[in-house]
């Protein structure tokens, strides 16, 4: 689905007031929901989550926190729900047997890095990866999931977005009521500016929560290749025009931008009409790694070779800090256990 434009409204607009009593059910089921107790993991689980729908970057996040992990020495694993995959698991994901049809973009990308585990019912994830041999989960979302405790929980907010206007779903973004969130969290990671973050900042410092700072942005060689390059972008993420504005920070000139629903499956018509209109315009197509991860798995598509994919990279400024922050808490839990 598309996100409403006016859930990112700083203050509730009419249809948002007119959501207000459907919210209010919605905000009583999750309250209730996430005080419900959870399984103890055999290993020490890190989630990375969000408070809102859409995307934030959690995946980048996700994959930044592995790479920090596995830099001190631990070996940790991936655990998704596999949203928009058939496969319910708990199963490890293993490339080319497993596509984006199977267990979703966003395990498909993390299993390029670390193993990677999709399960529906996350304790028996968590489990699997112990089995595995991993030391420690990361949790690719899951926040608001109670089934399984969280030995430290961080969530990715988007500066130039935020909580939107504040209210749950569906009359705003949120998953749940702030009040029951904010408990749930021991920092939050802030990417990119915004007026809108930085009250989500100065709100998580006043309940002391640690905060941290982020910004996405593809690797050096990839955005000088853009530069002048004139393009055809199109992306089914949580916020397409994120990629748009990144793509025109690149130097690119954007002449077509075509925006599909977030996790979109797309067809092999779609396809086709996409890479028919970029050649006939002299357009460089161009879209992201989870919609590439989508593309990769839709059936009787013609090879696309002149697709370009554009990664990007989460830099997290005081890095330190928040390696500590992880060890603290994984070592904590190893002392309780202990």
Known sequence: MRAPRFWWHPSPTLPANLLRPAS????????RRMRRPGEKADLPV??????????????????????????????????????GGRLPGPLQVRTPEHTASDVGDEPILLSRMASTFVSRTRPAGAR????????????????QNPSLIKDCAIAVVDGATGIGNGLSLPAGPLRAPMDVQWPAVDAVLIIGDGAPGRQVAEEA???GKRVFEARLAPPLDAAQSL?????????????PDKFFKTLSACGAIVEVARSFPDHHRYTAAELAALQREAESRGLLAVTTEKDFARIWAVGNANPWPDLMVLPVRLRIENEAGLRNLLLRHINERRLRVA
């Open 227 to 239: 530069d002048g390059r004139k393009v055809l972008a199109f992306a089914g993420i949580g916020r």
């Open 205 to 207: 410092g006043q309940r």
């Open 128 to 143: 699997l990866a112990y089995e595995s041999g991993a030391t420690v989960v990361v949790m690719d979302d899951g926040l």
């Open 46 to 83: 890190i989630c990375i989550g969000n408070f809102t729908a859409g995307g934030a970057g959690k995946t980048p996040t996700a994959l930044a926190v592995a790479r920090i992990l596995e830099a001190a020495g631990e070996s940790p694993a991936f655990l998704s729900r596999g949203y």
């Open 24 to 31: 209010l059910i919605y905000t009583s089921i999750a309250a």
